[in-house]
């Protein structure tokens, strides 16, 4: 059970930290100053948050961990993708 926990946390936190850095990126693209500037705080914070959170446990440096950061960055991407051709209208 600590192993899939371990693996979802990751999953959901590296989905939402890759959704921001695209989502950021097609905003700065398209001179969204709004959404660039809220996307850049989130990913500030959450990067802080994130550093906090791997440093606190061992279980966050296993094969687990890194299986939820690979796969959660990959489909927060494509999330993103999805989402931002809706928001931003391009």
């Known amino acids: ?7 979802l946390f ?7 930290l890759y ?3 695209v989502a950021n990126g097609r905003a700065y693209v398209q001179a969204n ?10 990913i500030a ?3 802080f948050w994130f550093a906090v959170k791997f440093i606190e446990g061992k279980d966050n440096r296993t094969r687990w961990a890194l299986l939820g950061v690979v796969l959660g960055g990959g489909s927060g991407s ?8 809706w928001a931003y209208g391009a």
């Not at 059970?1 to 693996?7: A, E, G, N, V």
């Not at 990751?10 to 939402?16: G, S």
């Not at 100053?33 to 989130?42: E, G, R, S, V």
């Open 78 to 85: 494509l999330a993103a993708i999805a989402f931002t051709k």
């Open 33 to 42: 100053y709004p959404a660039t500037f809220a996307t850049d705080m989130l």
């Open 45 to 47: 914070a959450f990067n």
């Open 19 to 21: 959704a921001l850095v």
């Open 10 to 16: 990751w999953f959901a936190a590296q989905f939402v």
């Open 1 to 7: 059970m600590l192993k899939l926990k371990t693996f």
